[in-house]
């Protein structure tokens, strides 16, 4: 499945867009995701699909935000909640379920390389979730 949704068609990306076409090194991160996916553990009969969130380039760094998501929004990737200022009033929305999102959502800032800054933000009912499934470990699952 992964080379069906997400390799071929971002191995044709990457040799094709003048932008990518002169490195020799890059690396897509994928997540593995299904239906009834929870803190990274899979259901063997769920639907599954790989989804890319970030492409990093050697000699360059990470794929700025909106340059990922005009050259690989396109394919099975995370969907955008939110551009703008990060500020605590969308934290806490994230936090209150107002975008929903099952687990939280990961802001990205910055135009490209060493510039890119992210930080992962989870919702109070995964929160509650994962004390439910891990107890004590809840923690090692968090933010």
Known sequence: MFLASV????????????????????????????????????????????????????????????????????????????????TGTFLEAVRVGRYGVAEGVVCKGGTGGVDVWMVKVKTYAYLERLKESFGARWEDYWE
Do not use: C, M
């Open 7 to 86: 390799a071929d068609p971002l191995d044709a990306i990457l040799r094709d867009h003048a932008n990518y076409a002169a490195f020799t090194t890059v690396k897509a991160f994928t997540e593995f995701v299904g239906t009834n996916s929870f803190a990274g553990a899979h259901k063997p009969d769920d639907p599954e699909q790989t989804r890319l969130f970030d492409v990093w380039v050697d000699g360059y760094g990470f794929i700025g935000p909106q340059q990922f998501v005009a050259d690989f929004g396109h394919l099975p990737s995370p969907r955008v909640v939110y551009t703008g200022k990060l």
